[in-house]
């Protein structure tokens, strides 16, 4: 089973950037696709972007469009998520997802996805 294991939250002031990791472990070629989601306290888990294996697919949620970018490195296992020009509304838990379907062309959706890691919080303050 992969475990995914995401690291770089932390808080700044809104208009700063931050860069968020995700490290698989035991990494299978089974798994496609990779995500990012964040939960704000008192929503829903929302899905912010999307990564097909090859890179080429990345959609967005347009929550977050053009201020973040999601990136992967399959040599290393890693994903990455520069976020930038960060709002108060960024503010959430956010969480590294991996999918065996895919790649999506549109936001990812929770019922997508079924390997979680355990979140990192990102606070933006103004």
């Known amino acids: 089973q992969v475990q995914l294991v995401e690291s770089g939250g932390g808080s700044v002031q809104a208009g700063e950037s931050l860069r968020l990791s995700c490290t698989a472990s035991?990494?299978?070629?089974?798994?496609?696709?990779m995500a990012w989601f964040r939960q704000a306290p008192g929503k829903e888990r929302e899905g912010i972007a999307g990564i097909s294996a090859d890179g080429t697919t990345t959609p967005y949620a347009d929550s977050v469009k053009g201020r973040f970018t999601i990136s992967r490195d399959n040599a290393k296992n890693t994903l990455s998520l520069q976020m930038n020009s960060l709002k108060r509304d960024d503010t959430a838990m956010y969480y590294c997802?991996?999918?065996?379907?895919?790649?999506?062309?549109?936001?990812?959706?929770?019922?997508?996805?079924?390997?979680w890691g355990q979140g990192t919080q990102v606070t933006v303050s103004s």
């Open positions: 035991r990494y299978t070629p089974r798994i496609h696709y």
């Open positions: 997802a991996a999918s065996r379907g895919g790649p999506y062309f549109v936001p990812p959706r929770l019922s997508d996805f079924d390997i």
